[in-house]
Structures are given as structure tokens and as C-alpha cells.
């Protein structure tokens, strides 16, 4: 064997003990609300044929896929011209790829089992995907999605069940102060279309997503220079400059756009969402850059973190239409689940700590072990959580390891402790320490646990 | 967009629903139960550079690993020369791959993290991994393993918690009739030394793995036919032919290998354990493949069923000496978590069973969805699972959904329902149906999810 020196793949990176401790406790909570909502996960294989991912996420996405290099004599399809054409040399000496994102493994698990699943399909997943992207702060090559989709439903049910899903999830990660902004894109085209402007759509689009970011002046400025006569320009700015209820947002748009079939139904849309669920806040700024989005589209920020978007999504008109299958609409939602590990591990909210109900066993001497091995066993059979460490340390060096392990009790057994089952009980939080029997022991614990 | 025909790629698998609720069932498992015997969780990336991984796992096993295409200008180093060259121009081409397997990984995080970890460090890893074989029936490209390793220790104290630790995990996922079974190298290392066959150490650990499937008679034949001498075959087999209790066979190896000094430390280990845990069988015809095992090593099979090993491992001298990291003793053990995920499927444990507390809100018309919303809330403030079906379908429709979904209970909503506070309560696995109100409907669910 050569020695190599350890090291990271480009972009990618090892997750120890302390944070999968914060990455499962989200994403169990993740699994908990989506199954509260009646959501049932899949998940897709790592590796997908190339046909099934390129053509999907544009050019400079297509660029970005990983691909697998074929297995055994990847050069047998090849001869030495192929060297001159590099993309014909590629697909002929690689045939898979890297899963890039969720929606399009989603659109071919719904195409092959259209007579397994039952229609609405209500499924998530949460799974990693990868991108060949120039790795930089907070960008990884390898990284988490989390997506929620119904599909195969046209229902406004499903986003004022949407809107429920988010507030609970992010009640429950203690995420509060946020804000769920929604618009429709037919009423972004009706604003195109009562100025003119249906051919731009897709640039106006571009420009209104800007505004978050530019604020209004500017965006004002960049439709000027983009040659937009002023008239124009007034009554788009104007649009965004309205401020109001959702009531008062709604009726205003209305009038503005009303000589737009497709405007209107945008609106109608939304007042009748407002029917059922209007906890959500009208931006009509909000154009997300998807152009596969027809309906509803929705963002999540937090008023408090400028950490950017935490989750959004909208409603597509067919999901599955490039494998052929046809009239599949949905709706789906994805969450910056790698986004809301970093929030939560920068407020270090002690539920995150690891080994809340632990208890380390230690020893004064090491020929107490298989006394320990008991008293494990013991403590285990009630649901405690122990750690005791195998080999022969000082009890210092034993509690050392407690605190660099997160773990909260020290139990320390001795000869005396045996005989007179009266164990020295510590709390490395606060160093507090008492003397205790198994039983006290197993019901402070258990106490804790129900605490919780 | 082309039109593609949805495929999977050759090897890979869709987990849809029903297979996803088996799948987390038993990962939540493994990972309540390493918890309480202080097993952390790490996660490795997907990709390592290549160098980390070829050279591990032999000629044979480096042919398996996919590898990554560059991403970019892939042929930038190279030229049309190397063309002649596949293993040279792969090496060019491709600098990173998948990974393989969950140990080489682990021994590049802790040679990479000697600062962060305390030793003994206790790790569990529970992620896919990528193999170019030829799939087959219960083989694929994609699948999970599960693997819990002590670094840094070499006490017995392992062992022991070991053992406990695969009964207790069993016993959770009620697979009754395992053996445990445990042997040491250097016991084997002595009948080798014993026997004058030292140097066909390895040859001779091969032919006593395929005693288990062989049979002992066909064993023997295979000895004289690799030309091992009458006296040496007679004196091994004996060995494989005793029969009796641990201290009885520990007694009996103490005798033949008295002459060996490796023999004899094998057998203090063995007696060493057996005095702090010995719920273990000795077979001394274990010898488990890989080489890099130096003393204890044990697999564990089901009495009841032949579906191979469930789980084994054994004791490493060294785990991260490839990465010029010395003294790093450990012992670990590897669940065969994807033949686990098979057995269970088979069991049809009605544990399994998915959306156990949930509850599909049926209506009797479509504008009676405004009041499910109501209710779907209040129902799932109490942690009710509910899911309730987006579009205007016929109530015969939404109980087949119930059904297809293995949702357990509907409840109906109409007008007189929602007036009277008196809701049908229908039990999907037996029809019978009460007249509750929503409160005694959530005591009803409690009650279900407090007895589970």
C-alpha cells in the first residue's frame, strides 16, 4: 500500500459527530410534518441515465451534471477521431450521470408508475445532489435538497395546505418571524400584457426578481435604459410602489391588469385561496427565475436572518410531459434545508445539543469495567443512552472525554459505590454532583427525557 | 425538450412509499440503538479523490469503483497518445470516484481529524455506496451499509458491548434465533503454526471459509487435493470436527496449540471475554475473508432463516496506517442492513405497516374542503398524521386512496356532520364504522399511538 496524504474531493466535505447531531434533528423534524400533512418519501438512485438529465437545466446547467465514466473498456465505443470532438468522445465514454436535482428523478419516478401510485401523488424527498460548480463559501459540490410536490392536482387546496405545512415546520424548528409571500404569474403576464409587453415577459421577469435585491429606484433606472417608453415604466413601478392589505393589493391589481383574460385569472386564483387560507403576505415583485412556473409561486424569507430564502416554489402545468407522459400539474416546494442546518447551528439552541440524555459510565479503577458492563446493560434496558470507554484512563482523562462527547451525566463506579449501590451522579453542565443509586439514577433520567 | 423513454439506470433502484417506510423503520432502529451504547453518527461525501480510494480493496475490487468524469475540458492533460493507453488516459481523465465502501473513508476522517475526535472514538456510518459489478438478483450498483467501528482501542470491553449491542438490536427488530459467532485469528494463525503451514496462512483461512457452505468431508478432500500431508489433514479437521460448550472447546484449542505463542494469546482473548460476556458461540471455522482482521472476529446468522450473514467484523491492527497515521488499533462490525431491509420486507410485520395513525379527511362534497382544512389543523396540533385529497373525488374514490395509501381510518364530512359535531369514523382494516365527534376522535387516535 502507498501512503497517501488524506484529503477532501474539491468541494466536498466530512459532517462529524456535532453536526449530523443538528442535520438529523432537522431533518427528522422535516419527516415528521410532512408525514403530519400526509406526505410519503421516496427516494431515487444516486445515478441516473444522461437521457434523463440533460436538456433539462439548460446549457450552462447541462454543463454542471457529473458524469460517470463507464465501467470495464470505456474506450470500446471510441476510436482516436472521436479525441477532436470532446462532446462526442464523452457521451460515448460516459452514459450516466449524477443526480442534479429532485424534479427530474421525481417526473420519471411518476412516468414509470403511474399504475402504483395513486393520483394526487403526495411525496417528498430528501436526498443529496451534486454539481460540478466552482465550489466557494456556502457552496458545495455535493449538498441537500428537500422538495415537497403534489402532483397530477390543479387544487388551491394545496396551497393553502402548503402554507400550514411551512408555518408548522418552522414553528417547530423554532424559526419564527417569517414571512410567506405569494403572486401568481398570470398576473405578472397580465402586467406584461395590458403594457405590451407579452413578448419581454421572460426579461421582465428577470428585472422584477431583481427588485428585492436593487430596490425600486434601480429597477426603475434599468428599465429606462433597457428602452421601455416612460409610460410604461410608470405604470410598472407603480405597481410595485402599492402598498396594502392582500384585500387592498388585490383590488387594486384587479383594476389595473383587467383587460387581461389571463391577468384575471390569476386573481381569481388568489382571492380564492385568500377563501380558504390568507396567511401568507401578495409581493407581486416575487417572479422566481423557473420559467416552468404557471400559477402560484411562493417564497419564504426570515425578518429576522438575512441568510436569503428559506424555502419557495410554485405550480407547474406538466411535470412528467418530457417522458411523454401528459397532464400532470402540480405544485411543489423546496426547502433550503442546508441553508436552515447553518441558521440553527449559528443560534445554538441547546435542544441541539448532543447527548442530552447520556450518561458516561466511568470507572476509579478499570477492573470495575465489567461491573460497568453490568450497570450498561442496566441503565440501557430503561432507554439510557451510555457511553463507557473500553480502555484503562485516569478518571481526569474520562471526564475530558465526556466534554469533548457533549455528554451531559458522569456516573462514577467504584468498589465502595458497588457494595453500597451509591454512585457519585455528575452533571458536567453545571458540575453539580450527587450520590445516588441505579434506581435514582434511572428515574432523574427518565425525567429529563419526558421533559423534553 | 426531447421526448425521453423513463429508465432506470442498469442496477440502481426507485424506493417508492411502502419501501421507503420499511427502509427508515429499521435505519431509525440501528440508530436508537447504537445511540444508547454511545456510537455517534458521522457522514463521509459521496466523492473521494481517487487516490484515496484504489489500492484498498485489490486489483479486482478497483475495477468496481465508479469513476467520475472531469468535469470542464476532461481532456486538457491529455492527447491523442494516450489513447493507447486506457489506464493511463482514465487516470487523466477521471481523478475522482464513488465511494466504495464505509472503512476507507472512516480512516481518511480520522487521519484527517486526529485533533477533533477523542480516542476512543466511536462512529456509526449508515450511507450508500457504488459497485460497477454485474447486477443480479439482490445485487445492485446503489446500495446501503451500515458500519459501527471503536478507533483507538484495544480492549476486550469492545467485544463485549458488541455482543450486547447485536442482541439488543435484533431483539428491536424482532429477529429472534441468531447465533453470535467468534473466533481469533490468532487461533487460527496457531493451528497454522502447529500444522507447519505458516505461509499458507491465508490459502488455509480461504478453504476453512467454505467449511460453513462445503461441509467438513468435502473440506478434508480439498485438503489432500492441495497436497497437505495425511497427519496435517487429520489433525485440522479434528479440530472442525470437535464439538462441545465454549469452555470445553476453548480447552481443547489450548491443548493443540500449545506450542504456538500466537495461539495462546488468541485463546487468553477468548477466556478474557468469557469472563465479562459470553453470550457468543466459538467456531473455530470462522476465518472471514479479509485479511486486515488481526483477532477477534464474528458473524452473526439467523437460525430460522438462510438468508446468509446479518451482520460480522472483527479486530484491525492498524486502520489509517495507508494514510501514514500510525497505532490506530479498532474493531468494527458491518450490518448487512440492505438483506435486514429484505428479511423484514418478507416478515410483513404489521409494525411496518405505513401511516399507522393517520387519518384521510373524506368529504361528501368538495365545498365541504374549507371545513377539512379547519379540522386537518386541529387534528394535527394533537400530532395526528392527516392527509385529505386536494381534488373533488366521489367518497368511493377517496376510500380506494385510503386503501392504496395504507391509511388506516377515514373520517366523513358533510353538513350534518360538521353542524352536529358528529363525524363517520371508518376503521379501513376491519369496515366497522362509529358516529364521533372530533375530540373523541383524537382520544381514539392518542390511544392507538400510545399502545404501539
Chains 1, 2 share one sequence.
Request: glycine share 6%; proline share 2%; aromatic share 10%.
Amino acid at each position: 500500500m502507498n501512503k497517501v496524504k488524506p484529503s477532501l474531493a474539491k468541494g466536498t466535505r466530512d459532517f462529524g459527530p456535532e453536526e449530523m447531531e443538528i442535520r438529523e434533528y432537522v431533518i427528522n423534524i422535516f419527516k415528521n410534518i410532512f408525514d403530519l400533512f400526509g406526505f410519503r418519501s421516496i427516494q431515487t438512485p444516486s445515478i441516473e441515465n444522461i437521457d434523463t438529465l440533460t436538456g433539462n437545466y439548460g446549457d450552462e446547467g447541462d454543463k454542471l451534471i457529473f458524469r460517470i465514466l463507464n465501467s470495464g473498456d470505456f474506450l470500446k465505443k471510441s476510436d482516436e477521431n472521436d479525441f477532436k470532438e470532446s462532446l462526442k468522445l464523452k457521451s460515448k465514454i460516459s452514459s450516466k450521470a449524477l443526480r442534479y436535482d429532485l424534479t427530474v428523478p421525481l417526473a420519471r419516478f411518476v412516468s414509470m408508475n403511474q399504475e402504483k401510485i395513486s393520483i394526487p401523488f403526495k411525496r417528498y424527498q430528501i436526498q443529496p445532489v451534486w454539481r460540478a460548480d466552482r465550489p466557494q463559501k456556502g457552496r458545495f459540490r455535493e449538498f441537500y435538497q428537500c422538495d415537497v410536490d403534489y402532483i397530477g392536482t390543479n387544487s388551491i387546496v394545496c396551497e393553502a395546505e402548503i402554507i400550514d405545512l411551512v408555518y408548522t415546520l418552522f414553528d417547530k424548528l423554532k424559526i419564527y418571524d417569517i414571512d410567506f409571500k405569494l403572486n401568481n404569474r398570470k398576473i405578472l403576464q397580465g402586467i406584461a400584457e395590458v403594457n405590451g409587453l407579452s413578448d419581454n415577459f421572460n426579461e421582465l421577469c428577470v428585472l422584477i426578481d431583481k427588485i428585492d435585491k436593487i430596490g425600486l429606484e434601480k429597477f426603475e433606472k434599468e428599465l429606462i435604459r433597457k428602452d421601455y417608453n416612460s409610460k410604461t415604466v410608470k405604470s410598472i413601478t407603480e405597481i410595485f410602489n402599492f402598498n396594502g392589505s392582500n384585500l387592498e393589493k388585490i383590488n387594486f391589481i384587479e383594476k389595473v391588469i383587467s383587460s387581461s383574460q389571463l391577468g384575471k385569472d390569476g386573481v381569481k386564483e388568489i382571492k380564492k385561496l385568500m377563501d380558504v387560507n390568507d396567511n401568507f403576505t401578495i409581493d407581486f415583485s416575487l417572479a422566481r427565475g423557473l420559467s416552468y412556473y404557471t400559477s402560484s409561486i411562493f417564497e419564504v424569507k426570515s425578518n429576522k436572518s438575512n441568510i436569503g430564502s428559506l424555502c419557495g416554489g410554485g405550480r407547474y402545468d406538466n411535470l412528467t410531459e418530457n417522458f411523454g407522459l401528459k397532464d400532470m400539474p402540480g405544485i411543489g416546494i423546496s426547502f433550503g434545508i442546508e441553508r436552515i442546518f447553518e441558521l440553527l447551528k449559528e443560534k445554538k439552541d441547546p435542544v441541539l445539543q448532543d447527548g442530552k440524555n447520556k450518561i458516561l459510565l466511568s470507572y476509579l479503577d478499570s477492573r470495575y469495567l465489567p461491573n460497568c458492563l453490568v450497570i450498561a446493560k442496566k441503565l440501557r434496558d430503561e432507554g439510557i443512552s451510555v457511553d463507557l470507554i473500553s480502555d484503562n484512563l485516569k478518571l481526569k482523562k474520562q471526564l475530558k472525554y465526556a466534554n469533548k462527547n457533549n455528554i451531559p451525566f458522569v456516573m462514577i463506579v467504584g468498589e465502595d459505590e458497588i457494595k453500597s449501590n451509591s454512585f457519585t451522579f455528575k452533571s458536567m453542565e453545571n458540575g453539580k454532583q450527587v450520590k445516588n443509586s441505579i434506581d435514582e439514577i434511572i428515574s432523574t433520567m427518565k425525567s429529563l427525557k419526558s421533559n423534553e
